[in-house]
Structures are given as structure tokens and as C-alpha cells.
T-cell receptor, first 114, second 111 residues
């Protein structure tokens, strides 16, 4: 158990819909990262927040957005969903934001868009 | 830009055989980490290498960082079925601290 929690574990929705994925980082961690993992694909970095502020952006679509709240939990919002958005979405956390930080991953949310 | 290639993408071994995966960078790396993701699971941190020529061991796993800090390897001695999974060598690819993971090496072990 990494100490990072994600809800929900599974999500099935239809094209065009909007969903929100939630992540609670490990106690004391200030950074939250979001990743997308499609079938047979590697982990694609989406976005990072540090202490409530956006820190880095990766290959995140304009239809996707995220935020980190004062209690440090984070939400990833996916809108106008397409079939290709079906994937595993992982959240990870670390104490700070440096390049030598170990990232602790949550169990992921499996999203299926029909 | 900086690129790190991990090879092989897939490896199938018989239980008891050794296994090695390599990560090769076009530029010098400040550090490199290794993660393992079991089937159906999430990535789990294994180790971080920082120094040139560094070698670290964890039981049957041996991690190396090249002298030029441009390559790294993970060697597993006498694989077991519990070693099955995908091994990633993410590197620090951005100014803000994001790790770039890639596709990793998927290891399957036949009992």
C-alpha cells in the first residue's frame, strides 16, 4: 500500500460525457502527478501540481483539466470523452517537486468509454 | 531533445534464467530511477541511481549506472514467476521535475 488513494477504481461512461477522478496523496506529500496508461502504452505524464499550483504540463489534452485543493487532494476532470480516452489513470505523489523525488503511485482508476 | 530508449520492449524467459533490461540515453542523465509494475498493478519504486558507475543490489536484482551516466541496466539473476511485470527506467526530463516513463520492458517468466 503506497498511501496514495484514488477513487473510483472503475468508471464506465459514454462518449461525450464528463468525469472526475480523485486522488489523495500520501500524508506530507506536496506534489501530485497524473499519468495516463493506455493498453500496451507506457505511462504518459499529464500534469503535476505542487502545493496547490500547477508545476508542469505534459501531453494533456485541452479537454482535460486538473486542480489541487488546499487539503492537497487533486482531481482530474475529463470532458467530451472519446473512445480513445479509455485507459488507466494513475495519480502519484512525492514530497517535493525535484527530479530526484521518488513517486508513489496510487492503484489507478480504470476508465472505459463506450 | 533528450531521449532514453529502453530495450528490449518484451522479454520471455524460462524460470531460472537471467534477465537484463537496458536504458540508453542520448545525453547525460542527472539520475535514473527504476520502477516495476506488476500485471494489473501500479508502478512501484525500486531504486534510484545518482553517481557515475554506481552499482546497487537488491537480492537478485542488480542495478547499474554507466560511467558516463548515459545508460543504466537492471539485471535479474535466476528469474522467478514473481518477477513478472513491466520494468521502467524513468528519467528526469523536465525543468519542473516530471519523470518521463516510456513503455518499459515487459518481462514474462515461464514456470
Amino acid at each position: 500500500d503506497s498511501g496514495v488513494t484514488q477513487t473510483p477504481k472503475h468508471l464506465i461512461t459514454a462518449t461525450g460525457q464528463r468525469v472526475t477522478l480523485r486522488c489523495s496523496p500520501r500524508s506530507g506529500d506536496l506534489s501530485v502527478y497524473w499519468y495516463q496508461q493506455s493498453l500496451d502504452q507506457g505511462l504518459q505524464f499529464l500534469i503535476q501540481y505542487y502545493n496547490g499550483e500547477e508545476r508542469a504540463k505534459g501531453n494533456i489534452l485541452e479537454r482535460f483539466s486538473a486542480q489541487q485543493f488546499p487539503d492537497l487532494h487533486s482531481e482530474l476532470n475529463l470532458s467530451s470523452l472519446e473512445l480513445g480516452d479509455s485507459a488507466l489513470y494513475f495519480c502519484a505523489s512525492s514530497i517535493h517537486h525535484g527530479g530526484d523525488e521518488t513517486q508513489y503511485f496510487g492503484p489507478g482508476t480504470r476508465l472505459l468509454v463506450l | 531533445g533528450q531521449q532514453v530508449m529502453q530495450i528490449p520492449q518484451y522479454q520471455h524467459v524460462q524460470e531460472g534464467e537471467d534477465f537484463t533490461t537496458y536504458c540508453n540515453s542520448s545525453t547525460t542523465l542527472s539520475n535514473i530511477q527504476w520502477y516495476k509494475q506488476r500485471p494489473g498493478g501500479h508502478p512501484v519504486f525500486l531504486i534510484q541511481l545518482v553517481k557515475s558507475g554506481e552499482v546497487k543490489k537488491q537480492k537478485r536484482l542488480t542495478f547499474q549506472f554507466g560511467e558516463a551516466k548515459k545508460n543504466s541496466s537492471l539485471h535479474i539473476t535466476a528469474t522467478q514467476t514473481t518477477d513478472v511485470g513491466t520494468y521502467f527506467c524513468p528519467y528526469y526530463g523536465g525543468s519542473q521535475g516530471n519523470l518521463i516513463f516510456g513503455k518499459g520492458t515487459k518481462l514474462s517468466v515461464k514456470p
